[in-house]
């Protein structure tokens, strides 16, 4: 299915005057998925995707390599055979986050001193 045209208007502020940048989009419903994986098995999680979808067989633990300043992550364990460790190489305030149930998830953004965590459903921030 394809959406009609669209487009975005972003604001930008230069000094006090104000101008506008616009960008026209085709957009399918198959764009939306072009930036997700699906992961088992521990081992790296990838930066160049916006989502990552983990099921668990065991205990697993993922890494996740520094981003890039204002890109966005989000991880969700989508099967649960076992807790599932990320330990990011810069998470802000915390060393790891860990997900024990489905569903569980985390929504990243990445800053100039590593990965903040903006919101954290059922999952454990790990000191």
Request: aromatic fraction near 8%; charged fraction near 15%; glycine fraction near 10%.
């Amino acid at each position: 299915c394809r959406s009609n045209n669209m487009t975005i208007t972003k604001r930008e502020t230069k000094g006090s005057a104000l101008t506008y940048a616009e960008l026209d989009a085709n957009f399918t419903h198959a764009d939306l998925y072009k930036s997700v994986e699906n992961v088992s098995g521990g081992g790296a999680l990838s930066i160049s995707t916006g989502v990552s979808f983990i099921s668990t067989t065991g205990t697993e633990a993922y890494s996740l390599a520094n981003g890039v300043e204002g890109q966005v992550k989000v991880i969700i364990m989508k099967a649960d055979g076992g807790d599932a460790t990320i330990t990011p190489d810069n998470l802000v305030g915390y060393t790891s986050v860990t997900f024990n149930a489905t569903n569980d998830n985390v929504h990243l953004l990445y800053g100039s001193t590593g990965w903040n965590i903006i919101a954290l459903q059922n999952a454990t921030r790990n000191a």
